[in-house]
């Protein structure tokens, strides 16, 4: 934890600490742990290690790096289903626009594609493949720059949270969801061409027939996509759906291990998060001061100059270092502004802060 002195504040309280990303995991994996039985301190220690390893190798710029979250969690050593083309997939598409993929991940590839993707997106089942959609053939680029890397990063840390203890997976229950755009200049059809972008919304199945058991996640996705207009798009902000529980737990490892990697101190997420809400740097620091003393009772106080002195000093830099590391094919520019570094924080998933977070950030800061 971090320290900072307030000549300010009250002699009782003129220390504070903020907790970091290992404190705030370490105490939410905690209260997580006791809903469903497991051992608190093996999944914090499971935690560190995957977080660890994708800040070892990159992670984020290329597809490649998914691989190599799934390999860890031993996803490729699972046997192969040869008969999995039993399975009447065209069953499970529901609406107009959808159409459905296999992917299977030893190969790195579609093994299959609807071929109703041509009547929707005007694409051939040739056309719509790994490199095209995720920046490997610059002949085809299919994907959208501002948003490929986002999609490799949380697709290898759904790995490695899939990876944790408890976690069980039903067909047809489970599934991992997330949007982003794709370019459509090489569209065949003239009124998706003429768009240049659309957004495709995918639904990973984790298994799909009961009756089927040896079709398995992840060796194998059952994936369905629709397809939407790309104008009301924000980020990429993919999410696990299950029960209750297990979705809270999935969605918040998910987080977790996401801000870790991008290693934004919570002390500075804090005053972003305040930031969505308002203008001025007093009204950001009296809220900041609220929160603290509801839960602890002190009256340290954050200043007006402090807040603003962290934005034009320190939060701007780092933020504009971590799209650069973290990013290397979409293009942000330097900071220059607290509006661009939460637009930017937005888009690496970092804000808004989920409330269970919040709640855990606050909760452990304590003083000297």
Not at 10 to 39: F, H, M, R
Not at 287 to 307: D, L
Request: hydrophobic residues 35%; proline residues 4%; aromatic residues 12%.
């Amino acid at each position: 934890m971090k320290e900072l002195k307030n000549s300010t504040a009250p002699k009782s309280s003129n220390k504070i600490s903020i907790p970091n990303w290992d404190d705030v995991s370490y105490e939410t994996i905690k209260d997580l742990c006791a809903s469903i039985n497991q051992d608190h301190i093996e999944y914090s220690k499971r935690f560190l290690e995957k977080a660890g390893y994708i800040k070892e190798i990159g992670f984020g710029n290329h597809i490649a790096q998914t691989m190599q979250l799934a390999i860890e969690a031993e996803a490729l050593n699972q046997p192969v289903e040869s008969e999995y083309k039993k399975i009447a997939f065209e069953k499970h598409i529901e609406e107009i626009n959808e159409f459905y993929s296999v992917f299977e991940l030893n190969k790195g590839e579609f093994i299959e594609v609807d071929n109703n993707i041509e009547t929707i997106l005007g694409l051939s089942i040739s056309e719509f493949t790994i490199p095209n959609l995720f920046g490997l053939n610059p002949a085809f680029p299919l994907y959208h720059a501002n948003d490929v890397s986002h999609v490799i990063r949380w697709a290898g840390i759904a790995y490695a949270v899939l990876d944790f203890p408890g976690i069980e997976i039903h067909p047809n229950r489970e599934y991992y969801k997330v949007s982003f755009r794709i370019n459509t200049e090489k569209s065949k059809l003239a009124h998706i061409k003429e768009k240049k972008y659309v957004t495709l919304e995918k639904k990973c199945f984790l298994k799909i027939n009961s009756e089927n058991l040896n079709f398995k996640f992840p060796r194998y996705h059952f994936d369905k996509w629709n397809v939407f207009s790309a104008e009301n798009f924000e980020f990429v902000k993919p999410t696990f759906i299950s029960n209750n529980i297990q979705s809270t737990i999935l969605n918040t490892l998910s987080y977790l291990l996401n801000a870790a990697i991008l290693d934004i101190s919570p002390k500075y997420l804090l005053m972003l998060n305040e930031r969505r809400t308002y203008d001025r740097n007093k009204e950001i620091a009296n809220s900041i001061n609220q929160k603290i003393k509801s839960r602890t009772n002190s009256n340290f106080e954050f200043t007006e100059n402090q807040i603003a002195d962290y934005f034009s000093k320190t939060i701007r830099g780092k933020i504009t270092n971590m799209a650069i590391k973290w990013d290397k094919i979409g293009s942000y520019g330097e900071v220059v502004s607290e509006q661009q570094a939460i637009t930017i924080a937005q888009q690496f998933g970092l804000l808004p802060i989920p409330d269970k977070i919040l709640d855990t950030i606050y909760n452990c800061i304590s003083f000297e």
